[in-house]
């Protein structure tokens, strides 16, 4: 028995007995686009499904249930230009449904089929999700690391500049590796078959300091198209270290001395952030798939304002800094959003309340505080308190949803600035399609830290804006984690 339900736009197919669900439109086949075909690999039992966000100029959303291998979809009325779009799979881990994204620049010039399929492993519960069409793809995944490093950062090192014989360096992508486990990236358009890809991770040292260390690979895609990086620890050094591996041959990073490690220097000595001799040229790439749903290049903040040098370590030295505590207090905390005595109504708008869930969702329980927003500026208020001086970060678990789900900001007590995530961004989109059967989800955001004094606090969420027709907001769960 085959079903197809249409619900605001959004495809659901749900399927009895048969192997392959076909969603279709109503339409002549000559108007089909593109046929999209999405497989779920035999390791990969326990993905139970997906959600498609095809974002402007095309603007359409799509999801659909697995029970057998695969589902076939017709795609009509295509732009001619690139649209970035956002899938989302859904897959049971450890009981609990979660939900994992990918985002790639897709267009009508892909051709007339287009096929994704998932393949599972061990060293992630994100599944990778490969595409035909786009064959070369790079797999990021972190294990255990030695200690905390801030960021990822991709590039493209294959170009020589030809006066100063340095690398150009085109960025990829950049990515909290460490908080998000695995990114999958689809390239394009690789320069040649045997690409230098630079793989550079940020690692804090202290409140001053920060060092950034360069992995250079030089990869060889007659081997396969399936570049995997597994970013742990050197047992021996107890450092950073980054591995690649391609259709089974595994492949160190490049050094200046062979010595197999990756040189420090400062560059000029003068303290700024720089590479051995400063004179790399750096230039961004095009848009990549970070899957954070807000933009196509991922999380790369546009602007590039450092330089490189010979792909080694390079150091930061800001200025001294007054600490914001004297001992870290070890904290890990959480605090559900609809508790009394988290849950300031008074504070919130009007509009504010505590909703309770019958069907089931992805959040913490059935309940979560509401916000049925009517415009901007309303607002979820929360408190919390904290007993230590510390620099804190926030990882919020918002509720979210589709069809008139808005754009937010957080703020703390009433300091000017939101709080902010992957280079500078502060907006939250909650609009989203879960995953069926569900109409609310969690949405996960994690923030840079900042100082809080020891005492009470209040969290607010404000709506600032919207990408559909409406502003609804949702607070499920704060999570406190002393940095």
């Not at 360096?169 to 908080?179: G, M």
Request: charged fraction near 25%; aromatic fraction near 8%.
């Amino acid at each position: 028995m085959l079903r197809n339900l249409c619900l605001a736009g959004v495809l659901v197919c749900v399927m009895a007995i048969v192997t392959a669900c076909v969603l279709s439109y109503d339409v002549d086949p000559g108007d089909i686009d593109m046929t999209v075909t999405f497989t779920r690999d035999a390791s990969c039992p326990d993905v139970t499904g997906y959600v498609v966000l095809a974002g402007k100029p095309y603007d359409k959303s799509f999801a659909a249930t697995f029970e057998g291998e695969n589902v076939v979809q017709h795609w009509v009325g295509m732009p001619e230009g690139e649209f970035v779009t956002e899938i989302q799979l859904a897959r049971q881990v450890g009981g609990e449904l979660k939900q994992f994204p990918y985002s790639v620049n897709l267009s009508k010039s892909l051709g007339e089929s287009l096929a994704f399929t998932a393949v599972c492993d061990e060293a992630s519960s994100k599944p990778v999700l490969l595409l035909d069409k786009i064959p070369t793809t790079l797999v990021f995944t972190s294990g255990e690391p030695c200690r905390l490093y801030t960021g990822m950062e991709v590039f493209d090192a294959t170009r020589i500049d030809a006066e100063t014989s340095q690398p150009i360096l085109s960025r990829l992508l950049t990515a909290d590796i460490l908080r998000v486990g695995r990114e999958v990236f689809y390239w394009a358009d690789p320069t040649n078959q045997t690409p230098q890809l630079l793989v550079r991770l940020t690692e804090k040292i202290s409140e001053t300091k920060e060092v950034q260390r360069d992995f250079l690979f030089s990869a060889d895609l007659s081997l396969g198209n399936r570049l995997d990086f597994s970013i742990g620890c050197d047992s021996d050094s107890n450092d950073p270290q980054v591995l690649l591996s391609i259709g089974g041959t595994d492949i160190g990073p490049q050094d200046d001395d062979s010595d197999g490690d990756v040189d420090e220097a400062d560059g000029d000595g003068d303290g700024d952030l720089e590479g051995v001799d400063g004179d790399a040229e750096v230039e961004e790439e095009s848009p990549d798939g970070d899957a954070d749903g807000d933009d196509a290049d991922g999380d790369s903040d546009g602007d590039i304002d450092e330089t490189d040098g010979d792909i080694d370590v390079t150091e930061a030295e800001a200025e001294e800094e007054i600490p914001c505590g004297t001992e870290d207090p070890n904290l890990f905390r959480t605090f559900e959003a609809e508790t009394a005595g988290v849950f300031l109504s008074a504070q919130s708008s009007a509009n504010a309340s505590i909703a309770t869930l019958t069907e089931g969702s992805t959040l913490s329980g059935d309940s979560y505080v509401h916000l049925d927003a009517e415009g901007i500026g309303e607002k979820i208020v929360a408190a919390f308190t904290i007993a230590a001086d510390w620099d804190y970060a926030f990882n919020l678990d918002f509720a979210a949803g589709a069809d008139g789900w808005g754009l937010v900001e957080v703020y703390v007590d009433d300091l000017a600035d939101p709080l902010s995530y992957d280079f500078g961004k502060t907006e939250v989109n909650l609009d989203r399609i879960c995953a069926p059967p569900y109409a609310v989800c969690k949405k996960t955001q994690s923030f840079q830290p900042i100082c809080l004094k020891a005492g009470a606090h209040t969290l607010t969420v404000e709506v600032v804006g919207t990408q559909t027709a409406g502003h609804t907001a949702g607070l499920d769960r704060i999570g406190l984690i002393s940095n």
